[in-house]
């Protein structure tokens, strides 16, 4: 398990960075349990929208359309939830 650091925060705040634009794959750490998600970027604008799903590992019928989501009002509030660039 690890904390979100500096690094973490410049890749999300950098959309230009990300490998596979216009998603970044994050993590969690709760309870010895991992959550994956992905960070959607939204071209013009940045928002802090995080699509938690298993998308493509367990059903692969699921769109990430489908995907339970998370917003956060700021990069500030989404690292304090704890997630981390994966």
């Known amino acids: 398990m690890r904390e979100p ?3 973490d925060r410049e890749m999300m705040s950098d959309p230009t960075t990300w ?3 216009p998603l970044l794959p994050v993590k969690r750490y ?3 349990d991992i959550e994956c998600a992905v960070i959607r970027a939204v ?3 940045m928002t802090w929208v995080v699509c ?3 998308w493509g590992l367990v ?3 699921e769109t990430l359309e ?3 989501v998370l917003k956060y009002e700021s ?3 989404l690292l304090a939830d704890g997630w981390v660039v994966d």
């Open 59 to 61: 059903d692969k019928s």
């Open 30 to 32: 709760e309870d010895n």
């Open 43 to 45: 071209q013009g604008q």
């Open 5 to 7: 650091d500096v690094r």
């Open 75 to 77: 990069l500030d509030k």
């Open 19 to 21: 490998p596979n634009w």
């Open 52 to 54: 938690v799903s298993f």
């Open 66 to 68: 489908g995907a339970k």
